[in-house]
């Protein structure tokens, strides 16, 4: 019955005809990245955040360090298109690997519609437990759930797409309830029904989703201890 509200609502996503174009960044495969140096500085703060992402994050970069910085959230961001959750996790592990992460910090794993086409029972719990062998189960984690409903392949991939959506999110909520330190901030549910308000094309926020994506995030890691 879910998978069929699911995919009902992606068909009804159809009709939408985006009045507003996805950001120019999130078009090429360029790397949206915090510089090292500030990112080195940020994450020693108090209630600082990590945020690995794809299109959607890179898309508005600039936007999100400033909400972040506004939020007092010291902001580490690195985000690039066509970015999967494996790569995400080569990602991190790289920052790990830095001494960047320290135990105070928050991960925010904002991944996964990269891999909702074709997605495989097993691959997100897989990636889920990888993240948790690099940063350990001491360190906080965040991750944002996805909804992809994209046209990029015509009606018959939306339906892939959004059976994928499905796939995917259902792995990562099954390991939020293994891990403790993994909380998942539950994008999915809060704009299935009124997507057009968030979306400027079934996939990538727009400016007003993007503020909302953000705000979600900073809900879900709590109040900065």
């Known amino acids: ?9 992606s068909m009804a996503a159809l ?4 009045s ?7 078009a ?5 990245r915090t510089d090292p140096t500030t990112c080195r500085v940020n994450l020693a703060k108090p209630g600082a955040v990590l945020i690995i992402g794809d299109s ?5 970069f600039t936007a999100s ?3 972040y910085k506004s939020a007092g959230r010291p902001a580490c961001i690195d985000a ?11 990602v991190l592990a790289n920052y790990k690997s830095a001494g960047m992460i320290t135990p105070s910090a928050t991960v925010v794993m904002a991944i996964g519609s990269n891999d909702t086409y074709g997605a495989k029972n097993g691959y997100m719990r897989w990636q889920v437990d990888n993240v948790e062998r690099v940063v350990g189960v001491s360190q906080p984690v965040v991750w944002v759930d ?4 994209s046209l990029s392949r015509g009606v018959a991939g939306l339906r892939v797409y959004a059976l994928g959506t499905w796939t995917v999110n259902l792995q990562l909520w099954a390991k939020d309830t293994q891990y403790p330190n993994l909380r998942v901030a539950h994008w999915n549910a809060m704009i299935r029904s009124t997507y057009k308000k968030y979306l400027s094309d079934l996939l990538h926020t727009n400016a007003f989703g993007n503020t909302a994506r953000n705000d979600l995030i900073t809900r879900t890691l709590g109040p900065i201890v």
């Open 15 to 18: 009709a939408f005809v985006a």
């Open 56 to 60: 959607i994050t890179a898309g508005w």
């Open 146 to 149: 996805v909804l992809n409903w």
């Open 28 to 32: 090429a495969a360029t790397i949206y």
């Open 1 to 9: 019955m879910k998978i069929r509200r699911l995919i009902g609502g």
């Open 65 to 67: 360090t400033a909400q």
């Open 20 to 26: 507003t174009p996805a950001p120019a960044q999130a």
């Open 80 to 90: 690039q298109a066509g970015r999967t959750t494996a790569d995400a996790v080569t």
